[in-house]
Every structure is written in structure tokens, then in C-alpha cells.
């Protein structure tokens, strides 16, 4: 029975807003470091050093931050989308103040895939804006996002705010596989020739291996946002709790 | 590890696309880096509110647990 | 010993609201009427040309019956959050979800339905070739019914914000954005000749999907805002 209760531990822990603050506070820097360095040498790597397409020349460069944008969006949804559900089932507070925090990151995110794809696309295609499946359908996702962040705000009590924007992500969630699905069929119904942002079943290996490093830093660099806005946002609902008035008066004693 | 350009020039050239990269490029680190500021500035203004709570408290009434 | 509520519950419920609906007539019919003046704007701003406006008369018609239910989704909860009908249906001891699953039913009713039957008329000002009608009038049937059913749960979301915000709108277009895309589908199909019944299958899928998930998510999320 002990050891059951123990193996539970962290799950119950990670529960526990004072202890995500204070590991969050002791591996911030690290993380950090790990962002920038894999962000600084996957960046230099992709721009400077990786082969120019055949194709399209030295412009497929931005793919270095589009692909990995885009994939963190999406996958930045459902960790919201996650929390949230974590939060209506486990009624666990702190899950839901990281759902709230993965909102805006995501949208960020969102808007670097979209705004990268539409500067892709005037020297490949001769336009700024093509209704390409994929683009569209990371519009839309941008549109969800809005729409999570725009509930989120609109209500006062802060308890109903977390719990409706949670079902709204989980709508959401259930509703991308549709989007995707049918804005891809609607594409093809409309255009001919298929368009694709990124061969990546053709992609060389020399320009496939800066594309990885820059999705790992993209990866953490989406867990350091994370932590950052979670951090501000444990402040903000645990203010009158003691440790955070400890904190507080440790630090302006120092 | 051989970089495609031989001069700074041209890496600002970029061989015809350099606007396009270089503005996506701007932009998008431009983003990301709000994406660090923006919390971080957050925070630190949720501090201080705390900060000024406490301190009026502890100007004001001696009693404790009066929040 | 009293009888228990068996089914006529549900159709009560849907009686309910479509008597309500009835009696205020004024905010039932104006969709309709929407409906109707901005179809009328797509000749005015683009060009009266019939070849013109036969090619793209089912998306105008999609999109403008979209607008139109839009504007009336929020009437789905609004009312009886404002006068405390909604929290007597909260407490009383009842899946809620069946109560919502008629408000739903009921709105269609009330809204998508007279929209169907409108239809026809405004197809002929917008010159969709008469081959297409039947294929038009299938897919704003099915449609409309998914809208209803989605703008439910976005309209329990936002109930106790208060009415007539964009709010609503902004979170609930999104989600249509799917169905409209098989809508318009099937009427294209259809004017070009071909099989139109696979779009429509989609969409069909989507409504039974939609009829089964959406009264829990709306149950579910007037439970969080209107408790």
C-alpha cells in the first residue's frame, strides 16, 4: 500500500503549484541554454551551411522555421487541449493554469507557420497567399486558438474561465481531425496540381538533419514558454497563499 | 562543416531571396522572443503586486490572517 | 402513484421551445429574413449575370444560410438563461443531455428548416440549375441540423456572458467551417452532373456524430457556467 502510494507521488506533486514553481525555478536556466544552443546552431546550420534546393533555391531556407512552427502548434493544442481535460476530470488546478498558459504560445506558433509559409510562398509560387490545404487548415487552427484565448478572457470568475475554455479545447480537439481531413478533400477538389509546402518524403539528408535540431529546440523552447507563462500565472492565483507572501518577502529581504 | 556563402554579402543576398528569408527570419525570432518577454515581464509584475499587498499589510494593521 | 416521464418528455421539451419560439416571433422569423435580404446582396455587389451567378449560387447560398443561423444560435439557451428556466433545468433530476438534445431539435425546427423549405426560392433569383434543388435542399436539411447541434455547445459556453456579442460567432465559425465545405460540395457536384450522394454521406455522418456528442459537451459546459 505504501509503495503504491509512492509510485503516485509525482503525479499528485505535479499537482502542487509551489512544486512546479520551485523545480521550474531550479531547471529554467538549463532549459533555456539547451533552447538557445539547439534554436542558434540548427538556425545556423539551415541558413548558412545546408545545400540550396534544386528547386527553389536558397528561399526553402524558411522551411527551418516553418516545419518546426507548425508542428509545435499542433501539438501545442492537444498538450492544452490534455490539460484541460486533466483539469475537468482530476479537478486539478494547476493542469488547468498550464492549459491557459499553452493558449498563447500556441497561437504564437501558429502565427510564425502561417506568416513564414506566406513569405515562402511569394518566391516559390509568385504569391503571398495560396489556399494550400495545409495553410488553410493552419488558419483555421489559428482561429481555434483565438477563440480558446478570446473565452478564456471573457469571463470573470477565473474557476469557469479554466473549465469552459477546457471544454472548448476538447471540442476543438475533436474537431481538427475533421478540419484537416476535409479541407484536405476540399483542396483537391479545387486544385489540380498538388502543391506541397515541403517534399518531405524527398528531402535530402543534409537538409533533413538541421531540420531535426531545429525541431528539438522548438521543443524545449515550447517547454521554457511554457514554464515561463505557468510561473506567472501560479503567482497570480496563489497570491494570498503563504508560500508565494514567503517568497515574496524572502526576496525584497534579500 | 563548409558554409554555401563566401561572403557576409551574400548571405544577405541569399541568391536572390534574401528579403524573404531574412524578413521571415526577423519575424519569426522577433515572435519567439516575445514569447520569453512577455511572461517574464508577467511575473515579475505579479511579484511586485504581491509585494505591495504584503506591505500595506504590514504598515497598516499588526493583527494577523486580516486578508 | 404519479407515472414516471417516459418519452413524451423529449417531445414535450421540443414542444416547449418551439412555442416559444412562436411567440416571439419576431426574433424566430428574422434569420429567415437575413437570409433572404443577403442573398439579394451578392447580385447588388457582384454582378446580376446569371452564368455568373449560377456558378457560384451554392456557396452564396451555404455561406449566407451559415450567417443566418448564426445570428439565431445564441436563442438556443439565452432565454431561459434569463429567466431562471435554464437553472430549474439544471437541478431537476434528468439527464440534461436529453433536454438539450430537444432545444437542438427544436431550433432546427424553428430555424433550419423553414431555412430548407426557403431555399428553393432564393435558388431560383441566384439562377442554381434545377437539377441541383434536390441535391440543395438534402444538404441545407442535413446541414443546418449540424449547426444547430454545434452552435449549441458554443452557445452554452458563452450563455451567461451576456447576449449579442461577437463572442459566440467567433468560436462557433470554426467549427462549420467542415460541414459547409461537404455542403457546398454536394450542390457543386449535383450542378456538374455528378454523384452528389458521397458528400452528402459525409455530411450525414457528421450530424449523427454531432446529434450524439454535442448535447453531452453542451450539458457538460452549461453545468461549468450556469451553475
Given at each position: 500500500m505504501v509503495t503504491e502510494v509512492k509510485k503516485w507521488q509525482w503525479f499528485y506533486r505535479l499537482g502542487s503549484p509551489r512544486w512546479f514553481y520551485e523545480i521550474t525555478g531550479r531547471w529554467l536556466p538549463w532549459l533555456l541554454c539547451a533552447a538557445s544552443l539547439l534554436l542558434a546552431s540548427g538556425l545556423f546550420w539551415g541558413l548558412l551551411v545546408a545545400p540550396p534546393d534544386?528547386?527553389?533555391?536558397?528561399?526553402?531556407?524558411i522551411i527551418y522555421l516553418h516545419v518546426p512552427a507548425a508542428i509545435l502548434a499542433l501539438v501545442g493544442y492537444y498538450i492544452m487541449a490534455l490539460a484541460g481535460a486533466v483539469g475537468l476530470i482530476w479537478r486539478i488546478k494547476m493542469s488547468f493554469m498550464v492549459m491557459k498558459s499553452a493558449a498563447p504560445i500556441g497561437a504564437a506558433l501558429t502565427f510564425i507557420a502561417l506568416f513564414t509559409g506566406a513569405v515562402w510562398g511569394k518566391p516559390s509560387w509568385?504569391?503571398?497567399?495560396?489556399?494550400?490545404a495545409r495553410i488553410t487548415s493552419m488558419l483555421i487552427l489559428l482561429f481555434l486558438y483565438l477563440g480558446v484565448l478570446a473565452l478564456q478572457r471573457a469571463f470573470s470568475s477565473a474557476e469557469m474561465a479554466y473549465r469552459a475554455s477546457a471544454i472548448l479545447a476538447l471540442v476543438g480537439t475533436i474537431n481538427i481531425p475533421i478540419i484537416y481531413k476535409s479541407v484536405d478533400w476540399w483542396h483537391t477538389l479545387h486544385q489540380p496540381?498538388?502543391?506541397?509546402?515541403?517534399?518531405a518524403s524527398s528531402i535530402h539528408i543534409d537538409m533533413l538533419q538541421p531540420l531535426i535540431v531545429m525541431i528539438c529546440g522548438f521543443y524545449v523552447f515550447y517547454v521554457v514558454a511554457l514554464c515561463l507563462f505557468t510561473r506567472a500565472e501560479i503567482i497570480r492565483r496563489e497570491a494570498t497563499s503563504a508560500w508565494v507572501r514567503a517568497l515574496v518577502s524572502n526576496e525584497s529581504s534579500r | 562543416m563548409n558554409i554555401q556563402f563566401a561572403s557576409f554579402n551574400e548571405i544577405l543576398a541569399m541568391g536572390g531571396h534574401g528579403l524573404y528569408v531574412w524578413v521571415a527570419v526577423t519575424v519569426s525570432v522577433a515572435v519567439l522572443a516575445a514569447l520569453l518577454v512577455v511572461p517574464w515581464q508577467s511575473h515579475t509584475r505579479a511579484l511586485n503586486q504581491v509585494r505591495l499587498r504584503l506591505e500595506r499589510h504590514a504598515g497598516g494593521s499588526a493583527e494577523e490572517g486580516v486578508d | 402513484m404519479p407515472e414516471l416521464a417516459r418519452t413524451p418528455s423529449f417531445l414535450a421539451y421540443v414542444r416547449r421551445d418551439v412555442l416559444l419560439a412562436y411567440r416571439r416571433l419576431g426574433d424566430t422569423v428574422a434569420p429567415l429574413i437575413f437570409f433572404t435580404m443577403v442573398c439579394t446582396l451578392v447580385p447588388l455587389g457582384l454582378s446580376p449575370d446569371p452564368q455568373r451567378l449560377s456558378e457560384i449560387a451554392p456557396g452564396i447560398m451555404w455561406i449566407m444560410a451559415l450567417l443566418a443561423t448564426l445570428l439565431s444560435i445564441e436563442r438556443i439557451f439565452a432565454f431561459d438563461f434569463e429567466d431562471g428556466s435554464l437553472e430549474q433545468l439544471l437541478i431537476a433530476?434528468?439527464?440534461?443531455a436529453l433536454p438539450v438534445l430537444a432545444k437542438i431539435v427544436a431550433h432546427w425546427l424553428v430555424t433550419g428548416l423553414p431555412l430548407t423549405l426557403l431555399s428553393p426560392l432564393l435558388a431560383m433569383t441566384l439562377s442554381?440549375?434545377?437539377?441541383?434543388y434536390p441535391a440543395m435542399l438534402l444538404s441545407l436539411a442535413i446541414g443546418s441540423a449540424y449547426l444547430s447541434a454545434v452552435g449549441a455547445v458554443g452557445a452554452s459556453l458563452t450563455v451567461?456572458?451576456?447576449?449579442?456579442?461577437l463572442l459566440l460567432p467567433l468560436l462557433v465559425v470554426p467549427l462549420y467551417m467542415p460541414i459547409m465545405i461537404f455542403g457546398t460540395a454536394t450542390v457543386f457536384y449535383a450542378v456538374d452532373g455528378l454523384h452528389w450522394s458521397g458528400p452528402l454521406a459525409a455530411m450525414g455522418a457528421m450530424l449523427c456524430a454531432a446529434l450524439a456528442l454535442c448535447p453531452l459537451a453542451a450539458a457538460a459546459a452549461l453545468r461549468v457556467t450556469s451553475a
Amino acid at each position: 500500500m505504501v509503495t503504491e502510494v509512492k509510485k503516485w507521488q509525482w503525479f499528485y506533486r505535479l499537482g502542487s503549484p509551489r512544486w512546479f514553481y520551485e523545480i521550474t525555478g531550479r531547471w529554467l536556466p538549463w532549459l533555456l541554454c539547451a533552447a538557445s544552443l539547439l534554436l542558434a546552431s540548427g538556425l545556423f546550420w539551415g541558413l548558412l551551411v545546408a545545400p540550396p534546393d534544386a528547386r527553389q533555391g536558397n528561399s526553402f531556407r524558411i522551411i527551418y522555421l516553418h516545419v518546426p512552427a507548425a508542428i509545435l502548434a499542433l501539438v501545442g493544442y492537444y498538450i492544452m487541449a490534455l490539460a484541460g481535460a486533466v483539469g475537468l476530470i482530476w479537478r486539478i488546478k494547476m493542469s488547468f493554469m498550464v492549459m491557459k498558459s499553452a493558449a498563447p504560445i500556441g497561437a504564437a506558433l501558429t502565427f510564425i507557420a502561417l506568416f513564414t509559409g506566406a513569405v515562402w510562398g511569394k518566391p516559390s509560387w509568385g504569391t503571398y497567399w495560396v489556399w494550400d490545404a495545409r495553410i488553410t487548415s493552419m488558419l483555421i487552427l489559428l482561429f481555434l486558438y483565438l477563440g480558446v484565448l478570446a473565452l478564456q478572457r471573457a469571463f470573470s470568475s477565473a474557476e469557469m474561465a479554466y473549465r469552459a475554455s477546457a471544454i472548448l479545447a476538447l471540442v476543438g480537439t475533436i474537431n481538427i481531425p475533421i478540419i484537416y481531413k476535409s479541407v484536405d478533400w476540399w483542396h483537391t477538389l479545387h486544385q489540380p496540381a498538388t502543391l506541397k509546402l515541403t517534399s518531405a518524403s524527398s528531402i535530402h539528408i543534409d537538409m533533413l538533419q538541421p531540420l531535426i535540431v531545429m525541431i528539438c529546440g522548438f521543443y524545449v523552447f515550447y517547454v521554457v514558454a511554457l514554464c515561463l507563462f505557468t510561473r506567472a500565472e501560479i503567482i497570480r492565483r496563489e497570491a494570498t497563499s503563504a508560500w508565494v507572501r514567503a517568497l515574496v518577502s524572502n526576496e525584497s529581504s534579500r | 562543416m563548409n558554409i554555401q556563402f563566401a561572403s557576409f554579402n551574400e548571405i544577405l543576398a541569399m541568391g536572390g531571396h534574401g528579403l524573404y528569408v531574412w524578413v521571415a527570419v526577423t519575424v519569426s525570432v522577433a515572435v519567439l522572443a516575445a514569447l520569453l518577454v512577455v511572461p517574464w515581464q508577467s511575473h515579475t509584475r505579479a511579484l511586485n503586486q504581491v509585494r505591495l499587498r504584503l506591505e500595506r499589510h504590514a504598515g497598516g494593521s499588526a493583527e494577523e490572517g486580516v486578508d | 402513484m404519479p407515472e414516471l416521464a417516459r418519452t413524451p418528455s423529449f417531445l414535450a421539451y421540443v414542444r416547449r421551445d418551439v412555442l416559444l419560439a412562436y411567440r416571439r416571433l419576431g426574433d424566430t422569423v428574422a434569420p429567415l429574413i437575413f437570409f433572404t435580404m443577403v442573398c439579394t446582396l451578392v447580385p447588388l455587389g457582384l454582378s446580376p449575370d446569371p452564368q455568373r451567378l449560377s456558378e457560384i449560387a451554392p456557396g452564396i447560398m451555404w455561406i449566407m444560410a451559415l450567417l443566418a443561423t448564426l445570428l439565431s444560435i445564441e436563442r438556443i439557451f439565452a432565454f431561459d438563461f434569463e429567466d431562471g428556466s435554464l437553472e430549474q433545468l439544471l437541478i431537476a433530476p434528468q439527464l440534461i443531455a436529453l433536454p438539450v438534445l430537444a432545444k437542438i431539435v427544436a431550433h432546427w425546427l424553428v430555424t433550419g428548416l423553414p431555412l430548407t423549405l426557403l431555399s428553393p426560392l432564393l435558388a431560383m433569383t441566384l439562377s442554381l440549375p434545377t437539377s441541383a434543388y434536390p441535391a440543395m435542399l438534402l444538404s441545407l436539411a442535413i446541414g443546418s441540423a449540424y449547426l444547430s447541434a454545434v452552435g449549441a455547445v458554443g452557445a452554452s459556453l458563452t450563455v451567461s456572458l451576456g447576449r449579442g456579442g461577437l463572442l459566440l460567432p467567433l468560436l462557433v465559425v470554426p467549427l462549420y467551417m467542415p460541414i459547409m465545405i461537404f455542403g457546398t460540395a454536394t450542390v457543386f457536384y449535383a450542378v456538374d452532373g455528378l454523384h452528389w450522394s458521397g458528400p452528402l454521406a459525409a455530411m450525414g455522418a457528421m450530424l449523427c456524430a454531432a446529434l450524439a456528442l454535442c448535447p453531452l459537451a453542451a450539458a457538460a459546459a452549461l453545468r461549468v457556467t450556469s451553475a
